[in-house]
């Protein structure tokens, strides 16, 4: 990145009259008018500049240097010396989790070189700026960077809430008595993580949206005077996730002064440099900058402040800035004379700086991000700062301390077996009082309870308001059983008017939102697809969250449904981003255990644009035990039809199925619908569950039936008898139809009896998800348990007393039925839309994908034909009749 201070002193000398002259005007303005008057005459300058056709460069880069400068530096407010000495036994205790996990199991694996680098980082934030729970604030919120996790275990060691046999079992979770996950898992550490971080990218776009949600709970009246602050500590290879990166400008646009990131920048990813060629820092500083974050750099360490006070030439610090990171990552690995060769051998200038400093000065002078004062310094700056989110750019050493165990070389990151030597070396580094005999096997240290450091730290603590990471329900659940009202309309049908799911989907929520005891806890999130899905309407009823209110006249103010924006708006109207809107799911679902509200979203999107563009997150989501409703509108690879193959979902359900407490429904009509959602509301807001829900909704109208008797069972547990035999005598096919694809097997059911005499029952199967998970858990049993009568899995059960073939046909790919296929008692003929989707008309796609009724009165015959049940010859006039095709192109072709 070319930045303007390249040309500092190119090719003129920066002695001379004319540029001494102007700095010192300068630092007279600065003197006796302050820094805005300097700001002023500079913006003033660069105008008067450009109208001379002079061009100037991007000016989002600041020099190579610390931004605040050490006469702006507080004093430090803790003790150096027991900090120092803090450190370092979690230094050790860190690294020696990994290494003693490793001896046992190499396999194991574990991160010593990230914690080494962060250690500092973390370290003053605990004993100074984290705040834990307290008068009446909730705590901050902290996204931990994930494969530093060894030195928040081997902090909380110290701190006396994790033992030696918790330190011992990194890594080994299924060990007797527990162990410590590998990374930050609020599944698997419930009491401990509230942030999952482990996959690289995501914590930073889920802070943002986490402190928008925290701003969004004040605004909204849910939460009041609490607003708490985020912190995300992030790796510098990290940010090139797109989702780290992405969001960005929304939290600078909604002023998001209770978010901090903090970018430990080592310089090094996994394989080596994160720009060998250029400057992460700067490069970063540039995007957080345009994007209108306060930066915060925290490049050099004490030890150079004394040679930039005598830079007033700006030589130092344009050396500085000339050097990139593949060389400053060599300078870690090497002594003092080459880096004063190299560094400072390219002016006389400089190296008549040099020589103020020794060669183990030079080699051991800090970087920024190892200096616990720069570091208070920036943080402060961080917490005080308002009207715009920081970021602090911290520059320092991968592996910090390891020396040639790993200190600034390649392959750092996965170091995680230290010998003998190492340890000796690292054992005198760190001052740990063990012996040579002692340190073969890396023990663990912690100093007596009533030592100095482990007093420091829980006095620290306690001031702060208590430990830190810690998860908490602080919610009971919502007080008593939500009302009927949303929900009864949908169980009487819609009397022959013809609706979609989407439909009376948006009517319940419309409903809902109106409640008087769980209205308010709606959260209704869009990715700019209200229109869509027919819910302007919700615009004005609810309005749309700003945190500016609105401070426009809408274009549509004068109509009943105008584009509201309020400050207590309702709906989270994220624009075209998946990955924001489900971070905002994340923290409104999130928030019965970050917050004790229990908020409940509604997040509606394009099916195909969820699980299988951000599914990631939705894992993440899984993981963080978040609750809610996940809407996957306009589904269906044939119900959508017009859109083409990139909108047209036939996968989303199948992709849902490995995540294990996500429930998945597919439903037919209003009723089904109604009884999912009002169940959901139940399960996870008043039983406490930590479930979540993916329920796809369609836009095909047809009549909405009322609810038969006694199938609010079946429809929660996935699939129930919709219609038995239409004219009597024996049932040789079953029918199982899903969504809007009900209507064909019921079209199907007819044309079997009337025109082929063949009797079938159509079962509504509304989650083949669910009958699996329930199948795979029935058969477990029975094998655990030999002697014991085997049990049914439902599906079983539901078919137990029936015979003849089973046809199942959905408008998602053929995998969902065939997953359920093993526990059917006869044969099944599984009808879907594998293949790329297509523009056309719905009946056009049904004949294209062959599972439409057609096709469904084709399965079940010609199942019958292979069971010796039907002549062939039915079959193939039923081929005919029903003018298919035999020789059309498959759907799958390629
Ligand atoms: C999405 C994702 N991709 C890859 C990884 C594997 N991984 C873990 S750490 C790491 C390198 C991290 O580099 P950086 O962000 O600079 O952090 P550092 O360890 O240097 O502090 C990689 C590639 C991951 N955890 N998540
Ligand atoms: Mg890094």
């Given at each position: 990145?070319?930045?303007?201070?390249?040309?500092?002193?190119?090719?003129?000398?920066?002695?001379?009259?004319?540029?001494?002259?102007?700095?010192?005007?300068?630092?007279?303005?600065?003197?006796?008018?302050?820094?805005?008057?300097?700001?002023?005459?500079?913006?003033?300058?660069?105008?008067?500049?450009?109208?001379?056709?002079?061009?100037?460069?991007?000016?989002?880069?600041?020099?190579?240097?610390?931004?605040?400068?050490?006469?702006?530096?507080?004093?430090?407010?803790?003790?150096?010396?027991?900090?120092?000495?803090?450190?370092?036994?979690?230094?050790?205790?860190?690294?020696?989790?990994?290494?003693?996990?490793?001896?046992?199991?190499?396999?194991?694996?574990?991160?010593?070189?990230?914690?080494?680098?962060?250690?500092?980082?973390?370290?003053?934030?605990?004993?100074?700026?984290?705040?834990?729970?307290?008068?009446?604030?909730?705590?901050?919120?902290?996204?931990?960077?994930?494969?530093?996790?060894?030195?928040?275990?081997?902090?909380?060691?110290?701190?006396?809430?994790?033992?030696?046999?918790?330190?011992?079992?990194?890594?080994?979770?299924?060990?007797?008595?527990?162990?410590?996950?590998?990374?930050?898992?609020?599944?698997?550490?419930?009491?401990?993580?509230?942030?999952?971080?482990?996959?690289?990218?995501?914590?930073?776009?889920?802070?943002?949206?986490?402190?928008?949600?925290?701003?969004?709970?004040?605004?909204?009246?849910?939460?009041?005077?609490?607003?708490?602050?985020?912190?995300?500590?992030?790796?510098?290879?990290?940010?090139?996730?797109?989702?780290?990166?992405?969001?960005?400008?929304?939290?600078?646009?909604e002023k998001l002064d209770n978010l901090i990131f903090v970018v430990n920048c080592n310089l090094q990813r996994l394989d080596g440099p994160v720009r060998g060629?250029?400057?992460?820092?700067?490069?970063?500083?540039?995007?957080?900058?345009?994007?209108?974050?306060?930066?915060?750099?925290?490049?050099?360490?004490?030890?150079?402040?004394?040679?930039?006070?005598?830079?007033?030439?700006?030589?130092?610090?344009?050396?500085?800035?000339?050097?990139?990171?593949?060389?400053?990552?060599?300078?870690?690995?090497?002594?003092?004379?080459?880096?004063?060769?190299?560094?400072?051998?390219?002016?006389?200038?400089?190296?008549?700086?040099?020589?103020?400093?020794?060669?183990?000065?030079?080699?051991?002078?800090?970087?920024?991000?190892?200096?616990?004062?720069?570091?208070?310094?920036?943080?402060?700056?961080?917490?005080?700062?308002?009207?715009?989110?920081?970021?602090?750019?911290?520059?320092?050493?991968?592996?910090?301390?390891?020396?040639?165990?790993?200190?600034?070389?390649?392959?750092?990151?996965?170091?995680?077996?230290?010998?003998?030597?190492?340890?000796?070396?690292?054992?005198?580094?760190?001052?740990?009082?063990?012996?040579?005999?002692?340190?073969?096997?890396?023990?663990?240290?912690?100093?007596?309870?009533?030592?100095?450091?482990?007093?420091?730290?829980?006095?620290?603590?306690?001031?702060?308001?208590?430990?830190?990471?810690?998860?908490?329900?602080?919610?009971?659940?919502?007080?008593?059983?939500?009302?009927?009202?949303?929900?009864?309309?949908?169980?009487?049908?819609?009397?022959?008017?013809?609706?979609?799911?989407?439909?009376?989907?948006?009517?319940?929520?419309?409903?809902?939102?109106?409640?008087?005891?769980?209205?308010?806890?709606?959260?209704?999130?869009?990715?700019?697809?209200?229109?869509?899905?027919?819910?302007?309407?919700?615009?004005?009823?609810?309005?749309?969250?700003?945190?500016?209110?609105?401070?426009?006249?809408?274009?549509?103010?004068?109509?009943?449904?105008?584009?509201?924006?309020?400050?207590?708006?309702?709906?989270?109207?994220?624009?075209?981003?998946?990955?924001?809107?489900?971070?905002?799911?994340?923290?409104?679902?999130?928030?019965?255990?970050?917050?004790?509200?229990?908020?409940?979203?509604?997040?509606?999107?394009?099916s195909m644009f969820g699980f299988q563009r951000v599914g990631d997150l939705i894992w993440a989501a899984a993981e963080m035990r978040t609750r809610g409703f996940?809407?996957?509108?306009?589904?269906?690879?044939?119900?959508?039809?017009?859109?083409?193959?990139?909108?047209?979902?036939?996968?989303?359900?199948?992709?849902?199925?490995?995540?294990?407490?996500?429930?998945?429904?597919?439903?037919?009509?209003?009723?089904?619908?109604?009884?999912?959602?009002?169940?959901?509301?139940?399960?996870?807001?008043?039983?406490?569950?930590?479930?979540?829900?993916?329920?796809?909704?369609?836009?095909?109208?047809?009549?909405?039936?009322?609810?038969?008797?006694?199938?609010?069972?079946?429809?929660?547990?996935?699939?129930?008898?919709?219609?038995?035999?239409?004219?009597?005598?024996?049932?040789?096919?079953?029918?199982?139809?899903?969504?809007?694809?009900?209507?064909?097997?019921?079209?199907?059911?007819?044309?079997?009896?009337?025109?082929?005499?063949?009797?079938?029952?159509?079962?509504?199967?509304?989650?083949?998800?669910?009958?699996?998970?329930?199948?795979?858990?029935?058969?477990?049993?029975?094998?655990?348990?030999?002697?014991?009568?085997?049990?049914?899995?439902?599906?079983?059960?539901?078919?137990?007393?029936?015979?003849?073939?089973?046809?199942?046909?959905?408008?998602?790919?053929?995998?969902?039925?065939?997953?359920?296929?093993?526990?059917?008692?006869?044969?099944?003929?599984?009808?879907?839309?594998?293949?790329?989707?297509?523009?056309?008309?719905?009946?056009?796609?049904?004949?294209?994908?062959?599972?439409?009724?057609?096709?469904?009165?084709?399965?079940?015959?010609?199942?019958?034909?292979?069971?010796?049940?039907?002549?062939?010859?039915?079959?193939?006039?039923?081929?005919?009749?029903?003018?298919?095709?035999?020789?059309?192109?498959?759907?799958?072709?390629?």
């Amino acid at each position: 990145m070319q930045d303007q201070f390249s040309e500092i002193g190119s090719d003129i000398d920066p002695d001379i009259i004319e540029s001494r002259e102007w700095r010192e005007s300068l630092d007279y303005v600065l003197r006796h008018a302050g820094p805005k008057r300097v700001r002023q005459l500079i913006a003033e300058l660069q105008i008067h500049a450009r109208s001379q056709g002079v061009r100037l460069p991007f000016a989002e880069n600041t020099p190579y240097i610390n931004t605040i400068p050490p006469d702006k530096q507080p004093p430090y407010p803790g003790s150096h010396e027991l900090e120092q000495r803090v450190r370092n036994i979690i230094r050790w205790n860190a690294m020696a989790m990994v290494v003693r996990a490793n001896i046992k199991d190499k396999t194991l694996g574990g991160h010593i070189a990230t914690y080494a680098s962060v250690c500092n980082l973390y370290e003053v934030a605990f004993n100074h700026f984290f705040r834990g729970a307290g008068d009446g604030y909730d705590g901050d919120q902290i996204y931990f960077q994930p494969h530093a996790s060894p030195g928040v275990y081997a902090r909380a060691y110290l701190e006396g809430r994790l033992t030696e046999h918790h330190l011992n079992n990194f890594r080994q979770e299924l060990r007797p008595g527990g162990g410590l996950s590998s990374y930050p898992h609020p599944w698997l550490m419930p009491d401990f993580w509230s942030f999952p971080t482990a996959s690289m990218g995501l914590s930073a776009i889920m802070a943002i949206y986490q402190a928008r949600f925290n701003r969004y709970l004040e605004d909204r009246s849910l939460k009041e005077g609490n607003i708490r602050n985020v912190w995300a500590f992030l790796g510098d290879g990290e940010t090139d996730e797109p989702e780290a990166l992405g969001a960005i400008t929304l939290a600078a646009r909604e002023k998001l002064d209770n978010l901090i990131f903090v970018v430990n920048c080592n310089l090094q990813r996994l394989d080596g440099p994160v720009r060998g060629n250029g400057k992460i820092i700067q490069e970063l500083e540039a995007v957080f900058h345009g994007a209108g974050w306060h930066v915060i750099k925290v490049v050099w360490g004490s030890g150079w402040d004394p040679l930039l006070a005598q830079d007033h030439e700006g030589l130092l610090a344009k050396r500085m800035t000339e050097i990139v990171d593949g060389q400053y990552q060599k300078y870690t690995v090497s002594d003092g004379q080459y880096q004063r060769d190299h560094f400072f051998g390219t002016h006389p200038k400089l190296m008549e700086m040099s020589r103020l400093l020794t060669d183990e000065h030079v080699r051991t002078i800090r970087r920024g991000g190892h200096d616990t004062d720069k570091i208070y310094t920036a943080y402060k700056a961080a917490v005080e700062h308002q009207g715009a989110p920081t970021v602090i750019l911290a520059k320092t050493i991968k592996g910090y301390g390891m020396g040639e165990w790993g200190e600034g070389k390649n392959t750092a990151h996965q170091q995680k077996v230290i010998g003998e030597e190492g340890l000796r070396h690292l054992r005198t580094r760190f001052s740990i009082p063990l012996s040579d005999e002692e340190i073969k096997e890396a023990p663990f240290y912690r100093p007596p309870e009533d030592s100095p450091e482990i007093e420091y730290i829980k006095e620290r603590r306690a001031a702060l308001g208590g430990f830190i990471p810690s998860r908490q329900i602080v919610n009971p659940g919502l007080p008593k059983p939500i009302n009927e009202d949303p929900f009864t309309e949908l169980m009487t049908g819609t009397e022959g008017r013809e609706v979609s799911t989407t439909m009376v989907f948006v009517r319940m929520l419309s409903k809902l939102l109106r409640d008087p005891d769980i209205g308010k806890l709606i959260v209704p999130i869009v990715p700019d697809e209200a229109r869509t899905f027919g819910m302007d309407a919700l615009f004005r009823q609810c309005g749309i969250y700003s945190h500016a209110g609105q401070l426009y006249e809408p274009v549509d103010k004068d109509t009943l449904i105008y584009y509201k924006e309020a400050q207590d708006g309702q709906i989270l109207e994220e624009g075209i981003t998946e990955a924001g809107s489900l971070s905002s799911m994340i923290a409104a679902g999130t928030a019965y255990s970050t917050h004790g509200v229990n908020t409940i979203p509604f997040f509606i999107f394009y099916s195909m644009f969820g699980f299988q563009r951000v599914g990631d997150l939705i894992w993440a989501a899984a993981e963080m035990r978040t609750r809610g409703f996940l809407m996957g509108g306009t589904s269906g690879r044939t119900t959508l039809n017009g859109e083409g193959l990139q909108h047209q979902d036939g996968q989303s359900h199948l992709l849902a199925y490995p995540i294990p407490n996500l429930r998945t429904y597919d439903p037919a009509y209003a009723y089904e619908l109604a009884v999912i959602i009002r169940d959901g509301i139940k399960r996870m807001y008043i039983d406490q569950e930590d479930i979540f829900y993916y329920i796809t909704i369609q836009n095909d109208n047809y009549a909405m039936p009322a609810m038969p008797e006694g199938v609010e069972e079946g429809i929660l547990k996935g699939m129930y008898r919709l219609r038995s035999s239409l004219n009597g005598g024996p049932v040789t096919a079953h029918l199982f139809g899903s969504a809007c694809i009900i209507n064909e097997t019921l079209k199907a059911q007819e044309m079997l009896s009337t025109d082929y005499g063949v009797e079938a029952d159509v079962w509504s199967v509304t989650s083949y998800k669910q009958l699996w998970q329930d199948g795979l858990e029935t058969e477990r049993l029975n094998l655990l348990h030999p002697t014991k009568k085997a049990r049914l899995p439902y599906i079983s059960s539901c078919l137990k007393d029936t015979d003849g073939v089973y046809v199942m046909a959905t408008d998602y790919v053929k995998t969902l039925a065939d997953s359920v296929a093993r526990w059917v008692p006869g044969p099944v003929v599984s009808l879907g839309t594998d293949g790329f989707g297509r523009s056309d008309s719905r009946p056009a796609l049904r004949n294209f994908f062959e599972m439409d009724a057609r096709f469904i009165t084709l399965g079940a015959l010609n199942a019958l034909v292979r069971k010796g049940d039907l002549k062939p010859q039915i079959a193939q006039r039923a081929i005919r009749k029903m003018e298919i095709d035999p020789e059309k192109d498959s759907p799958l072709k390629v």
